[in-house]
């Protein structure tokens, strides 16, 4: 029996309810359908009362709550939440003045007082909004109860039923009253409880964040000394910057890695009376392209140390067929290699010879304020379609020309204004109005105007350039 009418309770409760409404919500419409239960049970007691001492103006009046009851439940039902709300406020002020004008002080309506001042607070969310309303049913109900006083009863209630009317009125009053505070204190408690939760959730997640933020710290540390390491190692493997340095005074040489280690890199070596130098852009940045520049300087020197090829083209040819058979263990085809701007100086004839794989050879005359353009051969040395034997070409240099040999890093950061490709014609112009600058001090002015350009934007890409004036 007793599973019954918790079952029953339960389903009164829950009515109504559905999963669009969010927590506090289901709640107040919980707690509003046992307080119209409540009311049912009231009215059906008093009105059974008021029937059987034969009176019917009490039994009709003590009707008035399961009215509204149904009117709430077929409100909420049909998704109506709101109007529900609006109906039972005004249900209260007008059941609670009727009573008061209508019976007067005997009727015990004073107990409704406190549930009736707090029922705003359970209708409506909205601070505001339920202050002011419960402040407006205290005044109703103030006003009506001295209106009651000084102008009626309409209807009497002999000394004989007052008893009634006051236990029924006393219980009516104290359930609601303990209905509405439960609701109150049981929400604050599972605010309290969710709270809490979040709370320890959060602890606990900020305990995980950070063990992962040191074991992310540990790894970088690692990850970064590792990559300085190897960025020793590159650059031991890769003596061109200081190899060029030694041998012609007046010249400059810019590598600005996108990553701690790069993918371009300059090459030198010394064979006779001849100066062989290059700037090499690998596929890729970073590691990876450190590596494949590792690979492709090694090739370089077998080329011209062991295998004795010191011609420009035949250098970058026999490169290619190096390369390619470096790669060619792979399951798949490999396109990894290089564009180089490969020269070799002869230091007796001060002639030079060079050849280029996608990368071109600026000059600037001595005297001069334009650029000459040697363009390069459109294939890289690596996999690339149908091979073409390289073409090398005969410069004949005067004292004061310049040359610039260089990757595609710089002029393609993006940057400036309007965050734009820095682009090839404003790399020539620009190199063009610092030609009459001593060569170390161009390395400083293409460091600031790179800067300059990229500003907040990531670099892109590796930066290569070799100057050498003669």
Known sequence: MLSKVIELWSKISDNGINDTLDFDEKK??????KVMFINVALAIIGSSLDAANLQF???LVSLYPITLSVVFWVLINRGFYAAAKWVTLIFIITFISSISIGFGSKSGIIVYFIPGALC???LFKKKLLSLTLSLLVILVMVGVYFAGQNYGPYYWIADSELI????TSLAGGVCLTILILWHFISTNIAYEQVILTKNTVLKETNQLIEKQKLALENNNERLTDSMEY???IQRAMLPGKQVLGSIFANSFAFLLPKDIVSGDFFWAQSVGDKILFAVADCTGHGVPGAMVSVLCSRVLNKVVLEEKIVEPSGILNRSRELVIEGFGSSEKLVYDGMDISLCAYDTRTNQLDWAGANNPLWIIRSGKNALEIIQPNR?????YGAIESFTQHQIEVEKGDTIYLFSDGFADQFGGERNKKYTVAAF?????SISNEEM????????SEFERWRGDVDQLDDVCILGVRF
């Open 28 to 33: 107040r419409i919980r707690i509003l359908n």
């Open 428 to 432: 020539q112009n620009y190199l063009i």
């Open 164 to 167: 009634y009317y006051e236990l």
């Open 57 to 59: 103006e009490g039994a």
């Open 230 to 232: 190897a960025r020793k």
């Open 379 to 383: 294939q890289p040395i690596g996999n």
């Open 440 to 447: 170390r001090e161009q390395r400083g002015l293409l460091m």
């Open 120 to 122: 705003p607070m359970l």
